[in-house]
């Protein structure tokens, strides 16, 4: 089912997140570390801070709370309202072990309800307990990636323009599983009836392949959402790793645009390039809006995804966030209320989490350069 481009700019959500960063292993394959991000100037980490005994440490200070709760908009506001929702099925006595914490979901949806409170009516403002996590480092520096729902042009049927096809999963179990060199490079599911649609770019299926789930815009204005439909099941080799150690693109500057910008350059050697990653993602047309792995709708730049062995679906967090400029480079760190509401393979540990920013060409530009230090606290009522 295709539904109208026009006025879907706030309303297309991602069905299945994964993370963006083109750089780093994401949600739909398998890492190849936890939670190791670039290492360059600017790059917002705090390496003299005190190292933290426990996953959770109680947060004394409050001003960086305070600043969220008074910078609060109606976003976030249904945003925990769809976290609410989301507890609200689950069995309330069941207990997240957190290592030194181990709140059970009433203790989530008690810590919703009255942060949703103290939001919308100041003076009903509840007491709250701050727990920094310790982070990839154990000094509390969380690894801040970000991911989008892709919309790429696409034809439903193959052209001159549009030869490129994205394949949903073939159903031959104990196969060996193919390669992307002999998927995207010999054509090995060629006409076996499992192409969806076809589109402009080899590098653009990649990235969509990397989002775990996008938008097909055809001409006629409609659009068709494609979700994540399998894996061939080969290790993650890292594009922007790749790109970094053979010194085409420098720590500091790897992002989809550089990347883009690169092959642009350097169109020959695409194929080789991506041919390096083994690893392949099928995708296929669903008819129901896209959702996080929560089961409810994304709210971005307040959903995350996480390790939930580490931070639970349901928990509500203070992000100490990077906020950078339009060149990729860290202004500031704002602090904001962020929602753990989805999760993913490449997602690993408790100092790596990926933001959600949303649909198209915009949430692109806030995702493409995101790979930056800021910190988390988890929140919970008294």
């Keep these: 089912m295709t539904s109208k481009l026009t006025g879907l700019a706030f309303a297309i959500l991602t069905f299945l997140s994964l993370s963006f960063s083109p750089f780093v292993a994401t949600s739909q394959t398998k890492p190849t570390g936890i939670g190791h991000g670039y290492n360059f100037e600017g790059n917002g980490k705090d390496d003299t801070a005190a190292t933290l005994p426990l996953l959770y440490t109680k947060k004394e200070s409050w001003e960086g709370f305070r600043q969220a709760l008074e910078h609060s908009d109606s976003a976030l506001i249904v945003s925990l309202k769809n976290q609410y929702r989301y507890l609200f099925l689950k069995d309330p006595d069941q207990k997240h072990n957190l290592e030194n914490l181990k709140p059970t979901n009433e203790?989530?949806?008690?810590?919703?309800?009255?942060?949703?409170?103290?939001?919308?009516?100041?003076?009903?403002?509840?007491?709250?307990?701050?727990?920094?996590?310790?982070?990839?480092?154990?000094?509390?520096?969380?690894?801040?990636?970000?991911?989008?729902?892709?919309?790429?042009?696409?034809?439903?049927?193959?052209?001159?323009?549009?030869?490129?096809?994205?394949?949903?999963?073939?159903?031959?179990?104990?196969?060996?599983?193919?390669?992307?060199?002999?998927?995207?490079?010999?054509g090995a599911l060629k006409n076996k009836g499992l192409e969806v649609v076809w589109t402009s770019s080899l590098l653009e299926n990649y990235f969509l392949q990397v989002q775990g789930s996008g938008y097909a815009a055809f001409a006629d204005g409609s659009l068709q959402f494609l979700a994540f439909n399998g894996q061939n099941g080969l290790p993650y080799s890292s594009l922007g790793k790749y790109m970094i150690a053979q010194g085409h693109i420098s720590e500091s500057d790897i992002s989809l645009q550089s990347i883009r910008n690169w092959f642009e350059q350097n169109p020959d050697s695409l194929e080789t390039i991506l041919y390096k990653n083994q690893s392949y993602t099928f995708l296929a047309p669903v008819k129901e809006e896209p959702k996080g792995a929560y089961g409810f709708p994304l709210t971005p730049e307040h959903s995350i995804a996480v390790d939930t062995q580490y931070i639970p679906l349901g928990a509500v967090l203070l992000a100490r966030l990077p906020v950078l400029d339009e060149s990729g480079r860290l202004l500031r760190h704002d602090f904001t209320i962020v929602t753990a509401q989805d999760k993913g393979g490449a997602i690993k540990g408790p100092g790596h989490v990926d933001v959600y920013m949303g649909v198209g060409d915009e949430a692109l530009k806030k995702a493409s350069a995101m790979h930056h230090y800021g910190n988390l606290w988890l929140i919970l009522a008294e």
């Design 107 to 186: 203790k989530l949806r008690n810590t919703l309800r009255a942060l949703i409170q103290s939001i919308e009516n100041p003076a009903t403002a509840s007491s709250f307990s701050l727990y920094q996590i310790k982070g990839e480092d154990g000094k509390g520096n969380v690894h801040f990636t970000a991911y989008f729902t892709p919309v790429l042009e696409a034809s439903p049927v193959a052209t001159e323009k549009y030869k490129y096809p994205i394949y949903k999963k073939p159903s031959e179990p104990g196969q060996k599983p193919l390669t992307r060199k002999q998927i995207d490079g010999q």
